[in-house]
Every structure is written in structure tokens, then in C-alpha cells.
Nanobody, 124 residues
Framework: QVQFVESGGGLVQAGGSLRLSCAAS????????MAWFRQAPGKEREFVAG????????YYADSVKGRFTISRDNAKNTVYLQMDSLKPEDAAAYYC?????????????????WGQGTQVTVSS
């Protein structure tokens, strides 16, 4: 069964950047629609960005559009989330998720596979 492991989280000052990685094992990330979600304490898990398998069409939440970039490297079986101009409200646990299909879904319930999450903290 495919598994996903996130990395790259940490503490950054507002205005800074981080790049999250989501590496797949036991399967091929390139066969899934991949997405990043985030969840802050006391809030629901929310869609951040998604990318189709082929072609690599991308989708973003309005709150991150223009600041975050999702990409995939199928040769490395990895999906990335480049986060620039970070704001304190971006602080959350970030999860990568996968679903079998081509169509984007903005709801967490549509995703079959999840990583364990990586924490992003943004200081003001």
C-alpha cells in the first residue's frame, strides 16, 4: 500500500519561505491526484493546493494563491509545496493527501491516503 511522508516543516518568520516535501513509498505518486491540506488547532482541515497527475494542472485556495506553489517530480515520486511570503495565519500542521482520480476535490473526505503531517510555525 502506498504511503506518504512529509518533511520540511519548521519555524519561520513572517515573510519567509519553506518548502514542504511529500515522498511516496510502496506506490507511485504520479498515479494519484495529490493535494496539500492544513489544519490549525481548533479548526477544520482545509484544502491548500492540489495537482493533477497528467497534465499537472494546479489548484489553490484563495488564501494562498500567488504565494504557494505545488509541484511534482514523478521521477522522484515526490510532491512539493513551496510556501513564500508566509503569514502567521499560515501556521498549521500540513498534510499531503492522495486520491485516485483526475478531478480536484476540495474536501478532505475525498482523499484515500494521508501522510502523518509536518508542522509549520510562523512567527510575527
Amino acid at each position: 500500500q502506498v504511503q506518504f511522508v512529509e518533511s520540511g516543516g519548521g519555524l519561520v518568520q513572517a515573510g519567509g519561505s519553506l518548502r514542504l516535501s511529500c515522498a511516496a513509498s510502496g506506490g507511485t505518486a504520479g498515479t494519484y491526484f495529490m493535494a496539500w491540506f492544513r489544519q490549525a488547532p481548533g479548526k477544520e482541515r482545509e484544502f491548500v493546493a492540489g495537482i493533477r497527475r497528467n497534465p499537472g494542472l494546479t489548484y489553490y485556495a484563495d488564501s494562498v494563491k500567488g504565494r504557494f506553489t505545488i509541484s511534482r517530480d514523478n521521477a522522484k515520486n515526490t510532491v512539493y509545496l513551496q510556501m513564500d511570503s508566509l503569514k502567521p495565519e499560515d501556521a498549521a500542521a500540513y498534510y499531503c493527501a492522495a486520491r485516485a482520480g483526475l478531478i480536484v476535490s476540495y474536501g478532505a473526505e475525498a482523499y484515500n491516503y494521508w501522510g502523518q503531517g509536518t508542522q509549520v510555525t510562523v512567527s510575527s
